[in-house]
């Protein structure tokens, strides 16, 4: 079985400072890692994935993340906001054994001027 | 390349009533699946298919059916909608298996009320 937690369900940032997103996952094989963003009323885009290449993934729009096995967490960064990053974040696991997906419960990120 | 294709975007519904919504990929991926989203609960499995003729279960799958006659579509149907059904629902796919990782790709989503 595989699940998923991000462990903040609100986070508010200052334009051009740093976001810190994080999502702890269990998963009992070699999992793939996602993170999808929403914004309202949209659907869900992929910012980036992890598929047991290099650690530090790179993703569209600035965004990174880094998987550490040994702390079962795949953090997602962004050294500096835009007032676009306002939205909600989906830490994501699935196995390739396993077509389904883990969704966590979400992040909201709000971006104050 | 269209992509994912959910039909309708908004729809609302008698408590009582049936419907379908539609969804289809035109990149030839072997698993489909639908999820609701509700607040503060992610995404949660509806059904899913690897394949024409192939369905199963998900994590939340009473009140739904769905059928798998080509690659290309992966119907949702509500059997007899409730107002627990009001939700937002997603259809996806990928392909079964890619050295790249099975990357999902999401429809825009299905914005449903019963009333």
């Known amino acids: 079985a595989q699940s998923v937690t991000q462990l903040d369900s609100h986070v508010s940032v200052s334009e051009g400072t740093p976001v810190l997103l994080r999502c702890n996952y269990s998963?009992?094989?070699?999992?793939?890692l996602f993170w999808y963003v929403q914004h309202p009323n949209k659907g869900l885009q992929l910012l980036l994935k992890?598929?047991?290449?290099?650690?530090l993934v790179k993703g569209i729009n600035g965004f990174e993340a880094e998987f550490k096995k040994s702390e079962t967490s795949f953090h997602l960064t962004k050294p500096s906001a835009h007032m676009s990053d306002a939205a909600e974040y989906f830490c994501?696991?699935?196995?390739?054994?396993?077509?389904?997906?883990?969704f966590g419960a979400g992040t909201t990120v709000t971006v104050r001027a | 390349n269209a992509g994912v294709t959910q039909t309708p975007k908004f729809q609302v519904l008698k408590t009582g009533q049936s419907m379908t919504l539609q969804c289809a990929q035109d990149?030839?991926?072997?698993?489909m699946s639908w999820y609701r989203q509700d607040p503060g609960m992610g995404l949660r499995l509806i059904h899913y298919?690897?394949?024409?003729?192939?369905?199963d279960q998900g994590e939340v799958p009473n009140g739904y059916n769905v059928s798998r006659s080509t690659t290309e579509d992966f119907p949702l149907r509500l059997l007899s909608a409730a107002p627990s059904q009001t939700s937002v629902y997603f259809c996806?796919?990928?392909?079964?298996?890619?050295?790249?990782?099975?990357?999902?790709?999401f429809g825009e989503g299905s914005w449903l009320t019963v009333v």
């Open positions: 998963s009992s094989y070699s999992p793939s």
């Open positions: 298919s690897v394949g024409a003729g192939i369905t």
């Open positions: 992890y598929t047991s290449a290099a650690t």
């Open positions: 994501v696991v699935s196995l390739f054994e396993d077509y389904k997906l883990s």
């Open positions: 990149m030839n991926h072997e698993y």
């Open positions: 996806a796919s990928s392909y079964a298996y890619s050295d790249s990782g099975n990357t999902i790709y």
